[in-house]
């Protein structure tokens, strides 16, 4: 398996553009998440889902993110409009349904939003 | 799920084995260690994770103390490429698996 793959690695936009980061977990994984990670905060949840499901959306810092995961294999995060303080690195990871097991994280999308 | 604390960072030598703290006072019976790493500009790796027995895998070991307040994760034999920043996390069962990351320790192995 290819692990969990993320597009694009980097994204450059204008602020107050939508962007769309995109997620394609590992087959057979039963739950997503989507963190965010900054120099000032670390690693956060944004948020997760399970069986396609989102489960918990409390993490995701304004009503300009948003998340959606149409089927098990795809996943994307969208912001709209776009804010400076958005720059981050995006990272999404899955796990399978069992309990006890790790969860598999992709390579990041670096934002900057400029 | 319980907060964990670490040390801010560490150094090892490589060819020496690092044993790397983990706090977790508060911790529950129903709740897992679990450490990840990170390597800069990668996403997170899983290492290992324990209940309350010590564990062992081909990259680490585990070390729980008996009233599991704390643990230690052990990486035997410590490389160039083992400098990260590690993450010790309490996670339980029934928490859909969702990691909560807090500063974890940045661990530099030098030659």
């Known amino acids: 398996d290819a692990g969990v793959i993320q597009s694009p690695r980097h994204e450059v936009t204008e602020m107050g553009q939508e962007v769309t980061l995109r997620c394609k977990p590992i087959?057979?994984?039963?739950?997503l998440f989507w963190y965010r990670q900054t120099m000032m905060r670390g690693l956060e949840l944004l948020i997760y889902?399970?069986?396609?499901?989102?489960?918990?959306d409390s993490g995701m810092p304004e009503d300009r993110f948003s998340a959606k995961m149409p089927n098990a294999s795809f996943s994307t995060l969208k912001i709209q409009p776009s804010e400076p303080r958005d720059s981050a690195v995006y990272f999404c990871?899955?796990?399978?349904?069992?309990?006890?097991?790790?969860?598999?994280f992709g390579q990041g999308t670096r934002l900057t939003v400029v | 799920d319980a907060k964990t604390t670490q040390p801010t960072s560490m150094d090892c030598a490589e060819g020496r084995a690092a044993n790397l703290p983990c706090n977790h006072s508060?911790?529950?019976?129903?709740?897992?260690v679990y450490w990840y790493r990170q390597i800069h500009s990668q996403g997170p790796q899983y290492i290992i994770h324990?209940?309350?027995n010590n564990e062992t895998n081909e990259m680490a070991s585990l070390i729980i103390t008996e009233d599991r307040k704390s643990s230690t994760l052990i990486l035997p034999h410590a490389t160039l490429r083992d400098t990260a920043v590690y993450y010790c996390?309490?996670?339980?069962?029934?928490?859909?698996?969702?990691?909560?990351f807090g500063a974890g320790t940045q661990v530099v192995v030098t030659p």
């Open positions: 996390i309490a996670l339980t069962t029934d928490s859909w698996g969702k990691l909560q």
């Open positions: 087959s057979g994984h039963n739950s």
């Open positions: 990871a899955s796990r399978p349904g069992t309990p006890n097991t790790e969860a598999f």
């Open positions: 889902f399970n069986n396609n499901v989102p489960i918990d």
């Open positions: 508060t911790i529950s019976g129903n709740e897992y």
């Open positions: 324990g209940l309350k």
